[in-house]
């Protein structure tokens, strides 16, 4: 596609329950990156996808998240028996080279209520 | 852990007047961007910034890098309304555990009022 996709772009849901939020990423990106941005906040690091090295996970905030990406296609991140600090806007980003010089270019986001 | 800091966090200015936006980094990094975002959007990439002594510029905005320093900063010529949106620096470790995650600063929220 031409963009970074995201779905949904909007989620509410209860607390306890499982969430699983989609990012397509621009065709031929190698490096994905998963971040949080809580209302009034910076990004929050959550997980770096480098083609099919493994990845970096070290910004998952506890257990009950996780992320998968099938080579260089889709990611879905997960949260399991949500809580309401959970909710924030997702992004997702893509970028095309290995080198870390090109542009990173971001989704829209999808924005996460938990009740 | 690489550290960003932008300061101000918060900047209203008049349009038509100048000023600077500063991103400091903690780790040696060649590597930098700048990103704007608008109330309820995404991100939007500004800049990429490669090596010690790089600028450039687009429109009312010049951004430059001194690796150095550690250093970078975000210059805004002549303000107008338009350029009203939050501005994030951002660094990627090009080596190391961390290698290609982005740390990102806390962003500026700039205000332009006629």
């Known amino acids: 596609g031409a963009g970074v996709s995201q779905s949904p772009s909007n989620k509410v849901t209860e607390k306890g329950k499982d969430v699983e939020l989609r990012c397509d990423p621009i065709s031929g990106h190698t490096a994905l990156y998963w971040y949080r941005q809580r209302l009034g906040q910076g990004l929050e690091f959550l997980i770096y996808f480098q083609g099919n090295s493994a990845p970096d996970k070290s910004g998952l905030p506890s257990d009950r998240f996780s992320a998968e990406r099938t080579g260089e296609s889709v990611s879905t991140l997960t949260i399991q028996r949500t809580q309401q600090e959970d909710s924030a806007v997702y992004l997702c980003a893509s970028r095309r080279d290995r080198g870390l010089s090109g542009k990173l270019f971001f989704g829209s986001g999808t924005q996460l209520s938990v009740l | 852990e690489l550290k960003v800091e932008q300061n101000p966090l918060f900047l209203s200015m008049q349009e038509g007047k100048n000023y600077t936006i500063y991103c400091n980094y903690s780790?040696?990094?060649?590597?930098l961007y700048w990103y704007r975002q608008d109330p309820g959007k995404s991100l939007e990439s500004l800049f990429v910034?490669?090596?010690?002594?790089a600028v450039k510029q687009e429109g009312r905005l010049m951004a430059s890098l001194d690796t150095k320093a550690r250093l970078s900063t975000l210059h805004i010529t002549a303000a107008v309304h338009d350029l009203s949106a939050t501005y994030f620096c951002a660094v990627v470790l090009d080596r190391g555990s961390t290698l290609g995650r982005l740390y990102f600063g806390r962003g500026t929220q700039l205000t332009v009022w006629p």
């Open positions: 910034l490669l090596s010690n002594g």
């Open positions: 780790t040696t990094s060649d590597r």
